[in-house]
């Protein structure tokens, strides 16, 4: 059974720190790229950041860029984005995806499977 589970969330101040982590299992974790994504309120979902299924080759979207970093851990089965100098625009509900992909590029569409997501809210 394919699972991605979501942890790390919750609530911050601003211009502090989270760290998202996303533990997948059912599928072989290095055969994928993997994503997450955010949904804000009254928004649409949008790609935070992809990184690719080794690891050697990441994006991040630009409002993200320099203040989010994404990792992985194969050995695991995890990923990681970290998460600093949040913003009350970072609020959202944050989601984990897998792509399956032969390649050493990672993409923000067609993805296979996703988490259930977890909140984050970055408030005063």
């Known amino acids: 059974q394919v699972q991605l589970v979501e942890s790390g969330g919750g609530s911050v101040q601003p211009g502090g720190s989270l760290r998202l982590s996303c533990a997948a299992s059912?599928?072989?974790?290095?055969?994928?790229?993997m994503a997450w994504f955010r949904q804000a309120p009254g928004k649409e979902r949008e790609g935070v950041s992809c990184i690719s299924r080794l690891g050697s080759s990441a994006r991040y979207e630009d409002s993200v860029e320099g203040r989010f970093t994404i990792s992985r851990d194969n050995a695991e089965k995890t990923v990681y984005l970290q998460m600093d100098s949040l913003k009350p625009e970072d609020t959202a509900v944050y989601y984990c995806?897998?792509?399956?992909?032969?390649?050493?590029?990672?993409?923000?569409?067609?993805?296979?499977?996703w988490g259930p997501g977890i909140l984050v809210t970055v408030s005063s």
């Open positions: 059912g599928f072989t974790f290095d055969f994928y790229a």
């Open positions: 995806a897998a792509d399956r992909t032969l390649s050493y590029e990672c993409k923000f569409n067609d993805m296979d499977y």
